[in-house]
């Protein structure tokens, strides 16, 4: 007794308020090169413009946070060789500028057109105006992209697949 169908019973006896998601936006890039001459310099990775009242995506790859809050980020990024010659890309989140969390190093299959999925959850407690923005580089090699794939088209489905994709999702607590 006590509670509703807004509230539930904390473990230490006291009612609360789920989270809930107060936003979603989802934006997704095109074919994307991170060739570089020199290791462990990155660059930005971009993905569409879109936005809500919470989040703006610009085309250059900037995530602008517009309202404080705590905001989960789903990335995925489809990696591979361009050439057959062993190369291993750096992946970093940076939250106005400053690298946060751990580097990911992601190994690509020395075969080219051999695909390397990467996923990453982080979770954010932002400011309003922050700006997020993850980058890849390379730690060894140069010949590494991020691939769009084309798929075949079956009945009225077709298209491609993205090269990246990141689903920002505020959560009002």
Same mark, same amino acid.
């Not at 879109?50 to 989960?72: K, P, R």
């Not at 299959?109 to 990467?118: A, K, M, Q």
């Not at 390379?138 to 993205?162: D, K």
């Given at each position: 007794?006590?509670?509703?169908? *807004?509230?539930?019973?904390?473990?230490?006896?006291?009612?609360?308020?789920?989270?809930?998601?107060?936003?979603?936006?989802?934006?997704?890039?095109?074919?994307? =090169?991170?060739?570089?001459?020199?290791?462990?310099?990155?660059? =930005?990775?971009?993905?569409?413009?879109?936005?809500?009242? =919470?989040?703006?995506?610009?085309?250059?790859?900037?995530?602008?946070?517009?309202?404080?809050?705590?905001?989960?980020?789903?990335?995925?990024?489809?990696?591979?060789?361009?050439?057959?010659?062993?190369?291993?890309?750096?992946?970093?989140?940076? *939250?106005?500028?400053?690298?946060?969390?751990?580097?990911?190093?992601?190994?690509?299959?020395?075969?080219?057109?051999?695909?390397?999925?990467?996923?990453?959850? =982080?979770?954010?407690?932002?400011?309003?105006?922050?700006?997020?923005?993850?980058?890849?580089?390379?730690?060894?090699?140069?010949?590494?992209?991020?691939?769009?794939?084309?798929?075949?088209?079956?009945?009225?489905?077709?298209?491609?697949?993205?090269?990246?994709?990141?689903?920002?999702?505020?959560?009002?607590?």
């Amino acid at each position: 007794t006590g509670g509703n169908s *807004l509230t539930y019973l904390k473990g230490d006896g006291t009612w609360a308020t789920p989270l809930v998601t107060s936003s979603i936006l989802y934006a997704t890039g095109g074919s994307q =090169d991170i060739d570089h001459s020199v290791p462990a310099t990155t660059a =930005d990775i971009t993905f569409s413009n879109v936005s809500n009242t =919470d989040v703006e995506i610009s085309i250059t790859g900037e995530i602008s946070f517009q309202n404080a809050g705590l905001y989960i980020v789903e990335f995925f990024g489809n990696f591979k060789l361009s050439t057959a010659v062993l190369s291993e890309v750096m992946f970093q989140p940076f *939250l106005d500028a400053s690298a946060k969390y751990n580097s990911a190093y992601i190994q690509l299959p020395i075969t080219p057109d051999i695909y390397r999925p990467f996923t990453r959850t =982080d979770v954010f407690q932002v400011e309003g105006g922050q700006i997020l923005n993850y980058e890849a580089g390379h730690v060894s090699g140069t010949n590494g992209e991020l691939i769009a794939l084309q798929v075949q088209s079956i009945g009225n489905m077709g298209g491609y697949v993205p090269s990246a994709s990141v689903t920002v999702s505020r959560i009002k607590i």
